[in-house]
C-alpha cells in the first residue's frame, strides 16, 4: 500500500523542476545498484540498459528500467540451472528496492548477435542506445549487421510492433482494476503514442529512420487532439488505423496466393460457446469470434466496419468476461497476426485442418472459434516466413529465463509458453510443417521426427503433459529445474538457437 501511495504520488508531480530532479536522480541509484547487483550473479559478464530509458525520452514513474545481462556459457546444464537461483534472488532483491525495475533479457554473444541479425524493428531502432552499466559492454559482440530482406524491414518489421503496441492499450483498457491506475492511464498514452507512430512508418511511406526514430513527443506534437480524445475513442482510432496499415502491408509483400485456416468449435452448451455467441451478436459487422487461451479473445471484423461496429465490439470487451486480451482485427489484421513475429498469437494454424487433442496439462489452452473464421488468408512468401520465424527465435533465447523466474507468471503457463513456441518455431526454421503451435502432443510428434536425437526427450515431455498433476507442477522450483527433469528448458533453447545458426532457411532467405 506504501508503494502504491509513492508511486502515485511521484506519478502526480513527476512533471514538477525539483521534484523531477530528485527523481531522476533516484533512478540513476537504481541503475547503478543494478548493474553492481546483477554482476555479481554467477556467469553475469555485463549489465547494459536498453529500451527507453537508454534514451532521453523518459519519465519517472512511467519508465522501467529493462535490461540485458550478457552472460558466459558455463558448459555445462548444472552451470545453467545452478545461476538461476542467483539471478532470481538478484532481482527479487533489487525489485524490492526499485520496483520500476522491468525486463531482463539474458543471453550469451551469440544469442546477442544472432538478435541483432534478425531481431526486427526492436533491434535496429535500440541498439545503437544500449548503454554499459558494469562490466563487458555491447562493443563485445563486435558490429553485427542485420540480416533481414529490406522488405521485410521496411514493412513487416514496424507492423509488428504496431500489434504488439495495440495489444498492449487494448490490455491496459479492458483488464481494469489492476495496477496503479495513474501509471496505467501513462503506459496507455505513452503505447498509443507508439502505435500511432509504427503505423505511421506504414501509412505515411516515410522512409524508416533507425538512427534517430521519430520520439514521441513528436508523434504527440503531431496529434493535438489526443488529449480530448475519450479512452473509446483512442482504441476505435486504434484498431480502424491497424487495419488501414494492415491492407497496405500486404499490398506491399510477395504473397504466395491464399491459405485455408480452420479452428475448432467449441463444446456445444459451454461457457466458451456462449461468450463466443454473444461477440458475434455484437454487431453484423463481427464476421468470426475466437477464443485463444490464455492469450486473446478476438472479434474478426469486416473491412468496412465502421465505428458504430467497433464501437459495439468496445461495449462487448468492457463486460471483462473473454479470456485473455481482446483484440477487434479487420481481415487483413487477422492475416498477418496468424503469420506474425508476436509470440501471442494463435501461430501454426494456417493450412491446418483437423482436430487439435484437449488432454492433460495443458488442455484447456486451445483455441476455439465460431461464425467465419475459415477463409483463406493470404499467404506470405518462404522468405518472410523464415524471417519472422527468426525474428521470434531471437527474442525467445534472451526472453525465456526471464519468464521463467518471474513470479508474476504461474509455472504451468510458462512451461506450456516456452515449450510449444520452441519446439514450433524450431519446425518452421528447419522448412518441417509445425502444425498449431498449442498442439504439444502434435508438435512433440513432429520434432521427433525432424530430430531424431529429441526422440527420448519429445516422449518424456509428452508423458509430462499428460499425467503430472497441475499442484505438482506449480510446486516446481521457479530458479532451478534439475537438468534432467522432463521440464528441462536450457537444452531445448539451444537446439532452437543452433537452428538459427545453422543457416537453414530457404535459398531465398540467405
Known sequence: MLKRWVHGTVLRTRGLPGLSALYRVAYRVALEECGRVFRTVPGVAGVWLHRGMSRRAWEPGVSDIDLILLREPSGAPEGEWGSWAALAAARAEL???????????????????????????????????????????????????????????????????????????????????????????????KLFLDFWRYTGLILDEGEPAPESPRSRAETFRGLPELEAWSPRELWLRAARRLGAASRKVLEKMDCEGRAAVHFPGPVPGSGESERLQALLAASPAVRGAVCDPPYHSYALMDEEAGDADYGAVWDRFRKGDLPGVPLALSSASWALCLQSAYLGAPLGWIGHDGPVPREGLFSDWSPCALGGTDGPVPLLSERPRWEVAAEAASWMALWWRYLWIDPLWENRFALFHLYTRSLGLRLTLAGAPSGPFCDLEGLCSRAASSFPEEAVFCDSLRRFSREEPRECVEALPRASLAPGHPAGLAAQMSALQRAMEAGTAPCSAR
Open 95 to 189: 525489485k524490492r528496492a526499485f520496483p520500476m525495475l522491468g525486463d531482463l533479457w539474458v543471453g550469451d554473444a551469440a544469442e546477442l548477435r544472432n538478435y541483432l541479425h534478425w531481431g526486427g524493428l526492436r533491434v535496429w531502432e535500440d541498439a545503437p542506445h544500449w548503454t554499459p552499466l558494469a562490466g563487458q559492454g555491447p562493443s563485445s559482440l563486435g558490429r553485427p549487421e542485420s540480416l533481414e530482406d529490406p522488405v521485410k524491414r521496411r514493412w513487416l518489421d514496424p507492423w509488428a510492433w504496431a500489434l504488439v503496441s495495440f495489444m498492449e492499450v487494448s490490455r491496459r483498457l479492458f483488464q481494469r482494476g489492476k495496477g496503479n491506475p495513474g501509471k496505467t492511464l501513462a503506459d496507455t498514452r
